[in-house]
């Protein structure tokens, strides 16, 4: 208190002491002082704390590009050995174009310009995309977590190099449109099929870009643009399937080789199930090629729109239906009428555990499964996201980010503690002023001196 401010409360203490006013005791005074000291104390470390926290939340803990590839070589082809399991939401400006080997990426549905790039170990960074161009289709991961495909164009995450050259990729943007469907990749993580549409009159069922920057036509197969493609069969051909007409429940196989100029007919051929008529169909191919998981949509008769997924799974080899996995992993032969199943959901692509798939919309758990425990868990601040996973696999072990599940929780229930704990001293601070103020009127008892003005 400086002299002036002294002097003019000494003059006041004199005023009303002439007036009658109880004089206040040193005692209640020191006291006073002592409270409001504290109390001043305790609201600037509330404050510097709740701001270190805000601050830790937001940056912590933050990711850092990873060039090495923990990758395995099968059949000639490298493959990523690892997944995360668990996503949290990612540090809100944490911002990279360069993520490296990446495992996993989340695709917040609803906002077409964010994605999110997940790391073999389970670090979260959020991927800036390229300003050019519209997001009209969603991500592919190559089976090295090395290559993001994106609409008509490649990236590599790692160096941050994009392909093709800028003047083809906007020669091919000019001229093709690509499709709501996800690229595949070849098993060599060298090649990736991309399903466009020309801008006019359509020539060919979309092109095959690599990442040495050629890019080729793939022609349509026996002239029709409706195909469903399944994968690749090898690092030089492509399997899918067309309709042989309306009303019929029957899908012909075709077969593409790099640089052949139309398409073979090949095994296996696919009977439909009577629920599974609808159009657009998707068809994944396992990883060792020994099955078929065939995905339609299902229209709801409240809303109209398709909101759930029906499906089935097929031998490559015959065509025969083979049923669904239980629980433990055994198949349901046609016979006791499970070969067919559905769960919530359309829009994403399932991804494969062995010869098992996997569905990703919003939750990563078996096929067609609704409830049990999820493979991958993934953070409820995303929303109904699609994960897409390296080549469309869960390979090897899940690994998990121990700073990123506490990151996790300190959203969580950080948030809410602060809340809690600002509502707890405003009650105190209120209580608090309310009896010293029922102290301060009572005529038997002596408070703390407050000046008449």
């Known amino acids: 208190m400086s002299t002036d401010h002294l002097g003019f409360a000494l003059h006041e203490i004199a005023d009303d002491a002439e007036h009658g006013a109880t004089q206040p005791a040193g005692g209640a005074l020191w006291t006073a002082g002592r409270r409001r000291r504290t109390s001043r ?17 937001l940056v912590w803990p933050s990711g850092t590009p990873q060039a090495s590839v923990p990758a395995v070589g099968v059949d000639g082809s490298t493959h990523l050995t690892t997944y995360p399991a668990r996503i949290s939401k990612a540090p809100f400006i944490e911002q990279s174009s360069r993520p490296g080997v990446t495992a996993a990426v989340v695709d917040e549905r609803g906002d077409a310009r964010t994605l999110f790039a997940v790391s073999p170990s389970g670090g979260v960074t959020r991927l800036s995309l390229p300003p050019d161009g519209f997001r009209t289709s969603p991500p592919s991961l190559s089976p090295d977590g090395r290559w993001l495909a994106l609409d008509m164009g490649l990236m590599d995450l790692v160096s941050g190099n994009r392909l093709p050259a800028a003047d083809v990729a906007d020669q091919l943007r000019a001229q093709r449109l690509p499709v709501e469907e996800a690229a595949w990749w070849s098993p060599d993580s060298s090649r990736a099929f991309i399903a466009s549409v020309n801008q006019g009159a359509p020539t060919s069922l979309g092109v095959v870009l690599g990442t040495d920057g ?21 690092d030089q051909s492509i399997l899918a399937f067309v309709s042989m007409g309306p009303g019929t429940s029957r899908l012909e196989g075709r077969t593409w080789r790099v640089g052949d100029r139309a398409w073979e007919v090949s095994r296996p051929d696919l009977e439909w199930k009577n629920d599974l008529t609808g159009w657009p169909v998707r068809i994944g191919l396992s990883p060792n090629r020994s099955r078929l998981f065939v995905t339609t949509p299902l229209t709801s008769t409240d809303s109209g729109r398709l909101d759930r997924t029906a499906s089935m799974l097929v031998d490559a080899g015959t065509g025969a239906l083979l049923g669904l996995p239980d629980a433990e ?88 503690g602060l809340v809690l704990l600002a509502v707890g001293g405003a009650v105190w601070w209120f209580t608090r002023g309310r009896a010293w103020r029922e102290r301060a009127g009572s005529p038997h008892t002596s408070q703390p001196y407050v000046p008449q003005r």
């Open 329 to 416: 992993g055994k198949l349901h032969p046609d016979t006791d009428g499970a070969t067919s199943g559905d769960w919530e959901g359309w829009g994403c692509r399932p991804a494969w555990m062995g010869e098992r798939p996997v569905k990703t919309d919003g939750f990563v758990r078996w096929a067609p499964g609704e409830f049990g425990e999820d493979l991958v868990s993934v953070s409820s601040r995303y929303g109904s996201a699609c994960v897409t996973f390296a080549g469309d696999e869960l390979r090897g072990t899940p690994v998990v980010n121990g700073p990123a599940l506490w990151q996790e929780r300190a959203w969580v229930w950080g948030g809410r």
């Open 41 to 57: 104390l305790l609201a600037s470390s509330l404050a510097a704390a709740c701001v270190i926290a805000l601050l830790g939340v």
């Open 214 to 234: 050629t890019v080729l036509d793939v022609p349509f197969v026996a002239g029709e643009s409706d195909a469903a493609v399944a994968g690749w069969l090898d």
